[in-house]
């Protein structure tokens, strides 16, 4: 697939959206007795607050009753919390208490709920289970805020429900302390209610034939709202409700995960009769499908796996909209919940009517507990092969999953995952012997790297650890460096802040994601603190910017701080790169950065420290016996970081050519998953209208793609073919250029390629990993790296098919047993023949 830049034709339109969802908010806080839009946040002083999105938060006190609640501000604030507003204050109710407020009798509303389980003054979030009603529907009991956190690996909570019609022109909120626990009490801290239109009507439930849903009077809870294939859309970028949708690569199934296409420049999307806010356009206009290759296709379901409570009852609400085929027939595919045939002939065309009219199909499933689905609902897709499509592929744009009951809507409280546990475990007993705050500082690490967008979509606990003990960290916690408030730039000197159009900031670029609330900002002095006054032996690495320092910052937190060399002038710029882009990029396998701090001459950017180093120190470094990695280890790490680029070529806005991808450049935290640093030198192409950019030629030598140093094209195939290098680096265990070595073995790309051709590559291995990769396995990396090191970039994998391949090498050495059948038919994968590739050159 070829990676479409991601211009926003829609940027006009998901501002007036911004806008009227402002105006809505304002609307309704004026008239406090027509609840049409409510946005409160609890225990916030008069004039309310504005969040990261530049919402209005108001007051909550004029619709509370119960006078014994009690108004506290969080005594620590998670840095995975994106905003201050609603989630550092709360009101909390020691006994029950009630919230009336004026509604439309025959309208349904969104209730969204708000909890950040923190230490409130001496309110200690694991005391606290409390169940919450509106008008008798309930909708929490027995809920613990923070053991839902802590399973689910965030530090905030956002529930979002859809009440129907409650024939009464009031809804009574109730927050009721659990009487099984002495000294429970209930909390929140931010409630949006806000009048929605009719989303639902009936549907078919699955498994049962001829049985409908009538969906209108059913109260439900929104478990997942997911823009496949696409990225996360905050509420503001919404068609009007305010939803946010999140990526759905955390919850694919399997290696066989499809392609990520967006639609062409050209295709708008036509909603004809269907109303626009039953999704955005940015829902529609990016989707998965299977992949080119009809062979695999047919041997493969495009599967998500989906963590809900048994026994109840599930809308799973399918949104489509094909704008690559315009016929009936050339894309049909079969449907399959939890194992059942929802339906065997699907075509989007035929149902919407032509090519880029989306629609959606809703769906109705009923998780049992006995039968094996106990915690999970499947979604798959496959070719409809009876019906003989030109096509076989299946598509998907968008998946929502509601909890749907018309009186309880509570469940019980998520258990942590049993590595989760292990984990702790072992994090508590290392705790132990170690200093008393390393559990503290590790679950900061976890959660400021894994959590980004968390919100009520349940992050599914796979490689992400956590946490323990909020009460470790202090109480008084030292509030000396403070997360701004939008528009208040005090520290800059400016003019113009892209985000708000009001502040009187700064040009530079970086205001806009502080503006924005992505990134914290430190005084100097705070620097000074945190590295011992920039302490050489605090030294952890020295790069083109400057030199990197280990630090410690909000009383035990481990952070890596990047000081800039006040010479040097390429450093301004790719300072202001780097707060740029890494501010918005979140994902598990970038490294994490945390904020910054900009005083007279000094310059720093402070990220989340990396406990175990670069890739490369792992593979090699000068005399020092390190533990080796195992194949299978190495496979994880390269796969880990080839998801993290593979992030920033299509899971942004724009495509982000890294341009200097290394080993030095690949890190690894403490459960030693890869995350991609450094992005001084990146590129964004949104005007990549020839497919790449012309730039001087940046990058590191040994790793740099012959095209882009021929023709000073830079397009992301350069990222791959340095990723190509770093496949080598990892199976033979040396660096890309070693001068020592006799001429032709200099740089490792030539003599990598060489001894492929030559079918000797197994003489220049790690001898570490003789005799212990599978052979299958081997050829499937070496192809895949000499692929990647193909002279012209056309020829080159994209880094989806790149990370397809490195799966597959990790399920041969895992399972070499596999068919042999099976093997065939990923073989062929992507990987086109050019054996006549033109010797490469340095
Ligand atoms: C609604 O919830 C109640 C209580 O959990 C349960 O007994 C009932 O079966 C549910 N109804 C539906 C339609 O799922
Ligand atoms: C796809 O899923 C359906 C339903 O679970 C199953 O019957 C079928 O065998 C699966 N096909 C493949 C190729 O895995
Ligand atoms: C449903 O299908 C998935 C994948 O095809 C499989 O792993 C799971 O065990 C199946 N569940 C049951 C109960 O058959
Ligand atoms: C409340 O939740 C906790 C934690 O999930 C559980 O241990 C306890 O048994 C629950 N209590 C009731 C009464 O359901």
Same mark, same amino acid.
């Not at 470790?472 to 000197?493: C, E, I």
């Given at each position: 697939?070829?990676?479409?830049?991601?211009?926003?034709?829609?940027?006009?339109?998901?501002?007036?959206?911004?806008?009227?969802?402002?105006?809505?908010?304002?609307?309704?806080?004026?008239?406090?007795?027509?609840?049409?839009?409510?946005?409160?946040?609890?225990?916030?002083?008069?004039?309310? #607050?504005?969040?990261?999105?530049?919402?209005?938060?108001?007051?909550?006190?004029?619709?509370?009753?119960?006078?014994? +609640?009690?108004?506290?501000?969080?005594?620590?604030?998670?840095?995975?919390?994106?905003?201050?507003?609603?989630?550092?204050?709360?009101?909390?109710?020691?006994?029950?208490?009630?919230?009336?407020?004026?509604?439309?009798?025959?309208?349904?509303?969104?209730?969204?709920?708000?909890?950040?389980?923190?230490?409130?003054?001496?309110?200690?979030?694991?005391?606290?289970?409390?169940?919450?009603?509106?008008?008798?529907?309930?909708?929490?009991?027995?809920?613990?805020?923070?053991?839902?956190?802590?399973?689910?690996?965030?530090?905030?909570?956002?529930?979002?429900?859809?009440?129907?019609?409650?024939?009464?022109?009031?809804?009574?909120?109730?927050?009721?302390?659990?009487?099984?626990?002495?000294?429970?009490?209930?909390?929140?801290?931010?409630?949006?209610?806000?009048?929605?239109?009719?989303?639902?009507?009936?549907?078919?439930?699955?498994?049962?034939?001829?049985?409908?849903?009538?969906?209108?009077?059913?109260? +439900?809870?929104?478990?997942?709202?997911?823009?496949?294939?696409?990225?996360?859309?905050?509420?503001?970028?919404?068609?009007?409700?305010?939803?946010?949708?999140?990526?759905?690569?955390?919850?694919?199934?399997?290696?066989?995960?499809?392609?990520?296409?967006?639609?062409?420049?050209?295709?708008?999307?036509?909603?004809?009769?269907?109303?626009?806010?039953?999704?955005?356009?940015?829902?529609?206009?990016?989707?998965?499908?299977?992949?080119?290759?009809?062979?695999?296709?047919?041997?493969?379901?495009?599967?998500?796996?989906?963590?809900?409570?048994?026994? +109840?009852?599930?809308?799973?609400?399918?949104?489509?909209?094909?704008?690559?085929?315009?016929?009936?027939?050339?894309?049909?595919?079969?449907?399959?919940?939890?194992?059942?045939?929802?339906?065997?002939?699907?075509?989007?065309?035929?149902?919407?009517?032509?090519?880029?009219?989306?629609?959606?199909?809703?769906?109705?499933?009923?998780?049992?507990?006995?039968?094996?689905?106990?915690?999970?609902?499947?979604?798959?897709?496959?070719?409809?092969?009876?019906?003989?499509?030109?096509?076989?592929?299946?598509?998907?744009?968008?998946?929502?999953?509601?909890?749907?009951?018309?009186?309880?809507?509570?469940?019980?409280?998520?258990?942590?995952?049993?590595?989760?546990?292990?984990?702790?475990?072992?994090?508590?007993?290392?705790?132990?012997?170690?200093?008393?705050?390393?559990?503290?500082?590790?679950?900061?690490?976890?959660?400021?790297?894994?959590?980004?967008?968390?919100?009520?979509?349940?992050?599914?606990?796979?490689?992400?650890?956590?946490?323990?003990?909020?009460?470790?960290?202090?109480?008084?916690?030292?509030?000396?460096?403070?997360?701004?408030?939008?528009?208040?730039?005090?520290?800059?000197?400016?003019?113009?802040?892209?985000?708000?159009?009001?502040?009187?900031?700064?040009?530079?670029?970086?205001?806009?994601?502080?503006?924005?609330?992505?990134?914290?900002?430190?005084?100097?002095?705070?620097?000074?603190?945190?590295?011992?006054?920039?302490?050489?032996?605090?030294?952890?690495?020295?790069?083109?910017?400057?030199?990197?320092?280990?630090?410690?910052?909000?009383?035990?937190?481990?952070?890596?701080?990047?000081?800039?060399?006040?010479? +040097?002038?390429?450093?301004?710029?790719?300072?202001?790169?780097?707060?740029?882009?890494?501010?918005?990029?979140?994902?598990?396998?970038?490294?994490?950065?945390?904020?910054?701090?900009?005083?007279?001459?000094?310059?720093?950017?402070?990220?989340?420290?990396?406990?175990? #180093?670069?890739?490369?120190?792992?593979?090699?470094?000068?005399?020092?016996?390190?533990?080796?990695?195992?194949?299978?280890?190495?496979?994880?790490?390269?796969?880990?970081?080839?998801?993290?680029?593979?992030?920033?070529?299509?899971?942004?806005?724009?495509?982000?050519?890294?341009?200097?991808?290394?080993?030095?450049?690949?890190?690894?935290?403490?459960?030693?998953?890869?995350?991609?640093?450094?992005?001084?030198?990146?590129?964004?192409?949104?005007?990549?209208?020839?497919?790449?950019?012309?730039?001087?030629?940046?990058?590191?030598?040994?790793?740099?793609?012959?095209?882009?140093?021929?023709?000073?094209?830079?397009?992301?195939?350069?990222?791959?073919?340095?990723?190509?290098?770093?496949?080598?680096?990892?199976?033979?265990?040396?660096?890309?250029?070693?001068?020592?070595?006799?001429?032709?073995?200099?740089?490792?790309?030539?003599?990598?390629?060489?001894?492929?051709?030559?079918?000797?590559?197994?003489?220049?291995?790690?001898?570490?990993?003789?005799?212990?990769?599978?052979?299958?396995?081997?050829?499937?990396?070496?192809?895949?790296?000499?692929?990647?090191?193909?002279?012209?970039?056309?020829?080159?994998?994209?880094?989806?098919?790149?990370?397809?391949?490195?799966?597959?090498?990790?399920?041969?050495?895992?399972?070499?047993?596999?068919?042999?059948?099976?093997?065939?038919?990923?073989?062929?994968?992507?990987?086109?023949?050019?054996?006549?590739?033109?010797?490469?050159?340095?």
């Amino acid at each position: 697939m070829n990676n479409i830049p991601r211009t926003n034709k829609l940027f006009p339109f998901l501002c007036l959206v911004c806008i009227t969802v402002l105006l809505n908010a304002i609307h309704g806080s004026s008239q406090p007795n027509k609840a049409e839009s409510l946005i409160l946040g609890c225990g916030l002083e008069e004039g309310g #607050g504005k969040d990261a999105d530049g919402r209005q938060w108001e007051p909550d006190n004029k619709y509370v009753s119960g006078d014994k +609640s009690v108004i506290s501000k969080a005594s620590f604030q998670d840095p995975s919390l994106l905003s201050v507003v609603p989630y550092m204050t709360a009101r909390i109710f020691p006994s029950e208490a009630t919230y009336k407020f004026s509604v439309q009798p025959d309208k349904r509303y969104w209730l969204r709920l708000h909890f950040y389980p923190a230490l409130y003054s001496n309110f200690d979030p694991s005391n606290s289970y409390f169940s919450v009603t509106a008008n008798g529907v309930v909708l929490l009991t027995n809920f613990s805020a923070s053991i839902t956190c802590q399973a689910l690996s965030q530090a905030y909570i956002d529930r979002e429900y859809s009440l129907a019609p409650l024939n009464s022109d009031s809804l009574t909120l109730t927050f009721k302390p659990s009487e099984n626990h002495d000294g429970a009490f209930a909390f929140v801290n931010g409630i949006q209610l806000i009048q929605m239109p009719d989303l639902f009507d009936t549907a078919a439930m699955v498994g049962f034939v001829e049985q409908s849903v009538d969906l209108k009077a059913m109260h +439900s809870q929104t478990m997942f709202r997911l823009n496949v294939g696409g990225q996360f859309i905050s509420a503001t970028q919404d068609s009007g409700l305010s939803r946010m949708w999140y990526d759905d690569t955390p919850y694919l199934f399997g290696a066989a995960t499809g392609v990520t296409i967006q639609a062409a420049k050209d295709v708008m999307i036509n909603y004809q009769s269907m109303p626009q806010y039953v999704a955005p356009p940015s829902v529609y206009s990016t989707s998965r499908s299977m992949g080119e290759d009809k062979d695999v296709n047919l041997h493969y379901n495009l599967t998500w796996v989906f963590s809900v409570d048994p026994n +109840s009852m599930y809308l799973v609400r399918l949104h489509f909209c094909d704008y690559y085929y315009s016929k009936v027939n050339e894309l049909v595919f079969q449907i399959f919940l939890n194992n059942q045939t929802v339906t065997n002939v699907f075509d989007v065309i035929a149902v919407s009517g032509g090519k880029g009219v989306p629609t959606y199909k809703d769906f109705v499933v009923y998780t049992q507990g006995n039968k094996g689905f106990s915690n999970n609902l499947w979604l798959a897709l496959h070719p409809s092969v009876e019906q003989k499509p030109s096509y076989y592929d299946a598509l998907l744009n968008g998946v929502e999953i509601f909890k749907v009951n018309d009186t309880d809507l509570s469940g019980p409280n998520p258990l942590p995952s049993a590595m989760l546990e292990e984990h702790e475990e072992k994090e508590r007993s290392f705790a132990e012997d170690d200093d008393s705050i390393s559990a503290t500082i590790k679950k900061h690490i976890v959660i400021g790297g894994a959590a980004g967008g968390a919100g009520f979509a349940v992050v599914a606990a796979i490689l992400i650890f956590a946490h323990k003990n909020k009460k470790k960290a202090p109480a008084s916690y030292s509030n000396t460096s403070s997360w701004l408030p939008v528009y208040a730039n005090t520290h800059t000197n400016g003019t113009k802040s892209t985000v708000s159009g009001k502040s009187n900031g700064s040009g530079s670029n970086h205001l806009s994601a502080m503006t924005q609330g992505l990134c914290r900002y430190f005084s100097l002095q705070e620097m000074k603190q945190a590295t011992k006054n920039f302490d050489e032996s605090n030294v952890i690495g020295v790069g083109g910017f400057g030199k990197v320092y280990k630090g410690v910052i909000d009383n035990g937190f481990k952070v890596a701080i990047k000081r800039s060399n006040p010479q +040097s002038e390429q450093g301004v710029n790719e300072f202001q790169t780097e707060i740029e882009m890494l501010s918005k990029l979140r994902h598990k396998h970038l490294v994490s950065l945390i904020g910054f701090c900009e005083e007279g001459d000094e310059m720093c950017l402070v990220y989340d420290y990396m406990a175990l #180093g670069t890739l490369r120190e792992h593979l090699y470094k000068g005399n020092k016996p390190l533990e080796t990695l195992t194949w299978k280890q190495r496979l994880e790490i390269c796969i880990g970081a080839a998801r993290g680029l593979h992030y920033l070529h299509t899971g942004a806005k724009y495509t982000i050519i890294h341009r200097d991808v290394k080993t030095t450049n690949i890190l690894l935290d403490e459960n030693w998953v890869a995350k991609v640093s450094d992005f001084g030198l990146s590129k964004t192409g949104p005007n990549m209208n020839q497919g790449h950019v012309t730039t001087v030629v940046k990058g590191s030598f040994g790793y740099l793609d012959p095209e882009y140093f021929r023709r000073q094209q830079l397009t992301e195939k350069s990222d791959v073919y340095s990723f190509g290098v770093v496949l080598f680096e990892v199976l033979c265990a040396r660096p890309a250029l070693n001068p020592n070595l006799p001429k032709d073995q200099v740089s490792l790309s030539d003599w990598a390629l060489q001894c492929k051709r030559k079918g000797i590559l197994e003489n220049i291995i790690d001898p570490c990993l003789k005799g212990k990769i599978n052979p299958e396995s081997l050829n499937k990396f070496a192809d895949t790296a000499e692929k990647c090191l193909s002279d012209c970039g056309l020829d080159r994998p994209s880094m989806n098919d790149l990370l397809w391949n490195l799966e597959f090498a990790l399920n041969l050495q895992e399972n070499p047993d596999a068919s042999h059948d099976e093997i065939h038919q990923f073989e062929e994968v992507n990987l086109n023949d050019n054996n006549d590739m033109a010797a490469h050159s340095t």
